[in-house]
């Protein structure tokens, strides 16, 4: 069943993110995917992660992916645990798991030296979107984390995925 639902959360992903509109970028697309595997009211609000793609506004800084889904597990820890304190260490928990697993997989979090380029300028934004970057790059790392984070929908691997990280 896990399995399943990380194949349509990575199906819907590529349907938001890879399209000639560009309309999502990868903080947009994570966090859109991941509400609705977590079944937040209003999932396509994707407002909150508008500013993340590319590192933080095309900065080159933490991969969009990664601040995306920050904003969604964030906003499930405070779903399911009453005392904010708790649910902000929570949050920062599975995030900074998450992060630690893609930097192993990935070599960094930096967008810029994920890409290979400085999107900020014509030039490489030009070069990311003619070049696909975004088809493989990113949507690779997209799927990464959610191959990570959608299992947490449920309470279960979300309690276990705390008990686990307590230790």
């Not at 959360?9 to 994570?30: D, H, K, M, P, W």
């Not at 992660?49 to 990664?66: E, F, Q, Y």
């Not at 599975?94 to 893609?102: G, N, P, R, S, V």
Request: a negative charge; charged letters at 25%.
């Amino acid at each position: 069943m896990a399995e399943h639902n990380v194949t349509k959360a990575v199906q819907r992903a590529r349907e938001l993110f890879i399209t000639e509109e560009n309309t999502y970028g990868c903080a947009e697309t994570t966090l859109v995917v991941l509400q609705e595997a977590y079944c937040f009211p209003n999932p396509s609000d994707s407002a909150p992660a508008m500013p993340l793609n590319g590192g933080i506004a095309w900065s080159g800084g933490p991969c969009g992916a990664i601040t995306g889904a920050a904003l969604a597990v964030g906003r499930l820890a405070a779903e399911r645990i009453e005392d904010h304190k708790e649910a902000k260490r929570a949050a920062r928990r599975i995030i900074a798991d998450l992060m630690e697993q893609f930097r192993r997989e990935h070599g960094t979090v930096s967008c810029r030296d994920l890409v290979g380029l400085d999107i900020s300028t014509e030039e490489g934004h030009t070069a990311f979107i003619e070049g696909q970057v975004w088809h493989t790059v990113c949507m690779a790392q997209i799927e990464f984390v959610l191959h990570r984070l959608v299992e947490l929908q449920d309470e279960q691997s979300w309690q276990q995925r705390l008990r686990t990280l307590e230790t």
